[in-house]
């Protein structure tokens, strides 16, 4: 049972453009999300979170979007980089549990020159 | 210096072997954490310690143990490895059990 879905395997974005990744949860408990960019034959490294109480969080380059009627959550990477190549993570928790993060599948992102 | 190190990198054994990963973290975290990547990409969480106490211990054959000698180690020692433990096991830690995680680069275990 997939709580936390990423239904694009991949996606590829021109260079200079906007890369929008999107991620649907079903766990209503869920209240914080983060996403989570991993290169190959490295572990996955934190790149931003937002907590249920808001619908935007911003971080330079990044923005993540949640909208927590239709359980979604998308992340805005503008402009997009060559570096910003990568396999992106979206994870949830419900902060007064004790169940760590899950995970969804994750989307490769490609950004072409 | 390396946040949260995992050793080895690669781990090519036969089935049936016992065989031990180890992961270190110096970032003062009271939490660590094991993950399973599968096949099929999905990071699933394995275990989590708290202070060397074990708190999170998900539907995995108890052939897996994990160990923590301290809270800066968890080690996962599994013992009659099968060909579906073929998977990237990856150590993390965290400052509290719902936060957001560091994690290691991984170990490529092979059964053969």
């Known amino acids: 049972d997939q709580q936390v879905k990423q239904n694009s395997p991949s996606l590829s974005v021109q260079e200079g453009r906007i890369s929008i990744l999107n991620c649907d949860y079903t766990?209503?408990?869920?209240?914080?999300f983060l996403w989570y960019k991993k290169y190959p034959a490295e572990g996955p490294t934190f790149l931003i979170s937002?907590?249920?109480?808001?619908d935007k969080n911003e971080d330079g380059r990044f923005t993540v979007f949640l909208n927590k009627s239709a359980k979604h959550l998308s992340l805005h990477i503008v402009p997009s980089q060559p570096g910003d190549s990568a396999v992106y993570f979206c994870?949830?928790?419900?902060?007064?549990?004790?169940?760590?993060?899950?995970f969804g599948k994750g989307t490769h992102l490609i950004i072409q020159p | 210096d390396t946040a949260v190190s995992q050793t080895p990198k690669y781990l090519v054994t036969q089935m049936g072997n016992d065989k031990s990963i180890k992961c270190e973290q110096n970032?003062?975290?009271?939490?660590m954490y094991w993950y399973k990547q599968d096949s099929k990409k999905f990071l699933k969480i394995m275990f989590s310690?708290?202070?060397?106490?074990?708190?999170i211990n998900e539907t995995v054959p108890n052939r897996f143990s994990p160990k923590s000698p301290d809270k800066a180690h968890l080690n996962l020692h599994i013992n009659s490895l099968e060909l579906g433990d073929s998977a990237v096991y990856f150590c993390?830690?965290?400052?509290?059990?719902?936060?957001?995680?560091?994690f290691g680069s991984g170990t490529q275990l092979s059964v053969l």
């Open positions: 993390a830690s965290s400052q509290g059990i719902n936060e957001k995680l560091f």
């Open positions: 766990n209503s408990m869920f209240d914080y």
């Open positions: 937002i907590s249920s109480i808001k």
């Open positions: 994870a949830a928790n419900y902060r007064g549990g004790a169940d760590g993060l899950t």
């Open positions: 970032l003062g975290h009271d939490t």
């Open positions: 310690y708290n202070n060397k106490e074990l708190i």
